[in-house]
Structure formats: C-alpha cells, structure tokens
T-cell receptor, first 115, second 112 residues
C-alpha cells in the first residue's frame, strides 16, 4: 500500500535554531499534504494544507512565517520551524493524499524538543 | 467551528472482552468518517471508515456504527487484545475537502 515517510523521527535543538521536517510519499503522487501538530495526550490539530506548486493554506492561529511549508514536488513537502522556542516542542505529523479521494496516508511523526 | 468529540478519555477492558469507543460529531454536513489508532510516538493508523449513506460497516474484529440522527459514531473491537492498547481517534470530513477534523481521542488499555 501507499507509504508516507517522515524524517527525522525525533530532533532536539537549541532555542533560536531552525528545524526542517520532511514528508515524502514513496509510491504515489501526493497532490495535497497536510501538517498536524499534537501535544501530549491531545488530538491532532491541523496546521496547514499544501498543494503541490502552490502556497500553503494555514489554519487560524498558525504563524506562516514561523512554520514554513514547501511543497515543490509531488512527492515531497517540508515543514521548517524557524527560530524554534521551547513552546514549539511538540509531535508533528504529516499526511498526504493523491488521486484516491479521501484516502489519507500518515507519516510516522516527528518529535521536536527545543531546549 | 464544528467539532468532533469523544465521550470518554480513557477505557480499560479485560483481554478477550469487547470494546466500544464512542464519538459525537456536530457537523451535520459530514459525510465521511474514519477511525484511527495511534500508538505512542507514532502516526495515526487507519482502522476503518464509513460513509454517511451507511449505518454499519464491518472489518476484521472491528465494526463501525453511524447514527446520523444523533450524530454519533462508535467503534467496536471484538475480543480485544493487548496489541489493541492505543489511543483511538474518530475523524470526519465533508465532500471532497479531504481535511480531517479529529476528535479528542480515547486511550484504550487492555488489561491481562
């Protein structure tokens, strides 16, 4: 079946640095990718939606200048957390969908810890 | 905005018993519902889905029931096993939006 690869699975960084998370669709063309954020014992909250070749659409309250999303190809989307701070520490998850309507495939998540 | 919520945050069942996880949704326009399982430190894993033109769908050891009248969704797991211990989320979407709204999750713990 379809697989979405997310990398890295965990990252620790110093406050003020930037971190890039990659999300790849391995055997299908992902026309749309979604980025979620999840705090401990909470649900997934949609951060942004990105369509290949277009600017991402951010959910209300999500800073687009802080969470940079690039979806330059049909198999890769990246989320860059710029100038990360401890409050950005969270579990970030991507999902991707292709031509099969409503079939979403999730990445394995990235645990970000900002010191 | 619209929300999808779960009745119980935690559920403990004995191994071999059946589990029932409930979910209430408020968006009457929702026409597609999905249950996901999430183990600690991992992404959500698809379990089963159902469209609004159905009221029941069965998979292997799992059954999803949809009651559109009261906007209620449930996941039934038969003969619950230790490997079923995880957080279960319901999610809903409308039309071709493909954007999911997740419920708050239920932590299922299977006791030996």
């Amino acid at each position: 079946g379809a697989v979405v690869s997310q990398h890295p699975s965990w990252v620790i960084c110093k406050s003020g640095t930037s971190v890039k998370i990659e999300c790849r669709s391995l055997d299908f063309q992902a026309t749309t990718m979604f980025w979620y954020r999840q705090f401990p014992k909470q649900s997934l909250m949609l951060m942004a939606t990105s369509n290949e070749g277009s600017k991402a659409t951010y959910e209300q309250g999500v800073e687009k200048d802080k969470f940079l999303i690039n979806h330059a190809s049909l198999t890769l989307s990246t989320l860059t957390v710029t100038s990360a701070h401890p409050e950005d520490s969270s579990f970030y998850i991507c999902s991707a969908t292709g031509t099969v309507r409503e079939k979403l495939f999730f990445g394995s998540g990235t645990q970000l810890s900002v010191l | 905005g619209e929300s999808v919520g779960l009745h119980l945050p935690t559920l403990s069942v004995q191994e071999g018993d059946n589990s029932i996880i409930n979910c209430a949704y408020s968006n009457s326009a929702s026409d597609y519902f999905i249950w996901y399982k999430q183990e600690s430190g991992k992404g959500p894993q698809f379990i089963i889905d159902i469209r609004s033109n159905m009221d029941k769908r069965q998979g292997q050891r799992v059954t999803v029931l949809l009651n559109k009248t009261v906007k209620h969704l449930s996941l039934q797991i038969a003969a619950t096993q230790p490997g079923d211990s995880a957080v279960y989320f319901c999610a809903e979407t409308t039309g071709s939006a493909r954007q999911l709204t997740f419920g708050s999750g239920t932590q299922l713990t299977v006791l030996p």
